[in-house]
């Protein structure tokens, strides 16, 4: 349970994150970003909460169909089943921060716009919910 526990939290991190950290005069408000890049925070947003829903939905649709289950006991179908929904569980969970992680080798990239600070400040938060969620996984798939 500790695993689904650290997964959810990741997909709350998704669910919430882009939202507020974009969201506001430094990214989608600021006057100086051109509307294309405006679009592409649009679309950060949105594939982050995406993301979460779906880490969310996969990290728990599979103790939810064990609880409308009859027996008390997972058949071989349905633990092969929920195997399968923690590894796409982990695949969402991980798709935003690893995306994250690579975009500041892009050249020219830069964590924060130069009136807002210096450095990658969002990269300790990227590898710590990446790692909250792999290890979520790896709790619930080999403990």
Request: some cysteine; aromatic content about 12%.
């Amino acid at each position: 349970m500790l695993g689904r526990i650290l997964l959810t939290i990741d997909s709350l991190l998704l669910l919430l994150g882009a939202p507020l950290a974009d969201y506001n005069h430094t990214h989608i408000f600021n006057p100086r970003w051109p509307p294309h890049a405006k679009f592409h925070c649009g679309q950060t947003i949105t594939i982050s909460v995406l993301l979460g829903l779906a880490t969310l939905f996969y990290t728990w649709q599979p103790v939810l169909a064990q609880t409308k289950s009859t027996s008390s006991s997972l058949s071989a179908t349905q633990a092969a089943v929920a195997r399968q929904s923690l590894h796409a569980a982990v695949f969402t969970g991980s798709v935003y921060w690893l995306g994250g992680l690579a975009a500041i080798q892009y050249p020219g990239a830069l964590g924060t716009d130069p009136e807002f600070g210096t450095g990658f400040p969002q990269g300790k938060g990227f590898s710590v919910a990446l790692g909250l969620g792999i290890l979520g996984w790896a709790l619930e798939t080999f403990t």
